[in-house]
């Protein structure tokens, strides 16, 4: 059980969790899950009144950003400006903030692309490389996600990288599957000629169930597929900034930004952290699969005057940008939501890339093709 310091806001959150929990507003994490995150903290206490309001509006989670001492609450009905005579704005020298938002299925039908889908650059000889941030699925199912980066194992194979349940299917995808770019959900007349860009490698877990059953701390969400030729891809995010070797941790208030397959280019903000695991929805119609599923260590991004990410943007690799211009990967981009006080009325989930390159053994891949003109 970790110990947490009780001046912490993660001590705080997680008290306010636990008298959530305590008074039934918020449903227990199943197993042990639940006396790890809140063993040993004593719950707030608030009034009957407060308590009364907050059943109402429907207590959905609980988010905490360290660094700026503040708690995300986040509920299905909204929180009024009226509403917060009852509610408190701090609780124990953090600030609270009441949001309405819950979180997306992921898998579903993404939206059509803002801009393009894909970025393809080319050299002064006319030599065309499909660059990441790019749409891409596989051949057999009518989607379409987002190549986060371009990777190499001890051996030196490619691979590009994306989301499990972007080109693994929630882990229904054969070994060999071709995976196309752009995705067959953006091939139309007069668009680039869709390609095999390789064939679906292998996959994070992403396990139905409830800890006790399987390792919720195993679960991940990311794919490796290899590249049939890399001649014909570029490291290039959009062909607007190449793909940073350097990784980081995640803080909150690090600025970041990536490239999708429908929002393009968007830059944001670090703003939070989840509570304990994440319980997101996942679907593959193609298989007639749903299930949720329960994610640890998840954070959040807020845009800058925009949603960061939408549909169809999973797999993109979030990036630091520093005051110096100088970039670190920092995520992978797997899930959204609403919420009420961000840009576009979204937040972005994402997982830290440390661990994924580590599971998956692999180092991301920059500097290949990526001195060319768009």
């Not at 636990?18 to 918020?26: D, H, N, P, R, S």
């Not at 989301?163 to 139309?188: E, F, Y």
């Not at 059953?213 to 001649?231: K, P, W």
Request: with cysteine.
């Amino acid at each position: 059980m970790e110990v947490k310091d009780a001046s912490s806001t993660l001590y705080v959150a997680s008290a306010i969790r636990k008298w959530a929990v305590e008074k039934g507003l918020i449903a227990a994490f199943p197993g042990s899950i639940e006396a790890n995150l809140t063993g040993g903290v004593e719950p707030i206490i608030a009034s009957v009144e407060i308590e009364a309001l907050l059943r109402q509006k429907m207590l959905l989670t609980i988010a905490y950003n360290e660094r700026a001492r503040c708690i995300y609450l986040y509920t299905k009905k909204k929180v009024y400006n009226k509403d917060l005579k009852t509610l408190p704005t701090t609780i124990h020298g953090c600030g609270i903030a009441y949001t309405q938002g819950d979180v997306d299925e992921i898998g579903k039908m993404p939206s059509q692309a803002q801009g393009a889908a894909f970025s393809v650059v080319a050299d002064p000889a006319g030599q065309s490389r499909y660059a990441c941030g790019s749409s891409i699925s596989p051949g057999n199912s009518r989607s379409a996600g987002t190549l986060g980066a371009l990777v190499r194992d001890e051996g030196g194979t490619m691979y590009g990288m994306t989301n499990n349940h972007v080109t693994g299917l929630c882990n229904h995808s054969s070994v060999g599957v071709p995976i196309l770019a752009p995705g067959v959900l953006d091939v139309d007349a007069g668009r680039l000629h869709p390609f095999t860009i390789g064939l679906h490698k292998s996959v994070l877990e992403m396990n139905v169930g409830t800890q006790g059953n399987i390792d919720i701390a195993r679960n991940s969400d990311a794919a490796l597929f290899t590249i049939l030729n890399d001649a014909v891809v570029s490291s290039l995010q959009g062909g607007l900034y190449d793909t940073p070797t350097l990784v980081e941790d995640p803080t909150e208030g690090m600025l970041v930004e990536k490239v999708g397959r429908t929002t393009g280019h968007t830059r944001g903000k670090i703003v939070g952290r989840e509570l304990g695991p994440l319980t997101v929805s996942c679907s593959a119609a193609e298989f007639s699969f749903t299930g949720h599923i329960m994610f640890e260590n998840t954070w959040i991004v807020h845009g800058e005057g925009e949603a960061f990410s939408t549909g169809g943007d999973s797999g993109s690799l979030i990036v630091s940008v520093k005051e110096n211009g100088e970039r670190a990967a920092v995520g992978l981009l797997f899930a959204g939501g609403q919420d009420a006080i961000a840009p576009g009325n979204q937040r972005t989930f994402f997982l830290p890339i440390r661990p994924i390159l580590e599971r998956l053994g692999v180092q991301l891949v920059g500097g290949h093709h990526a001195d060319l003109g768009t």
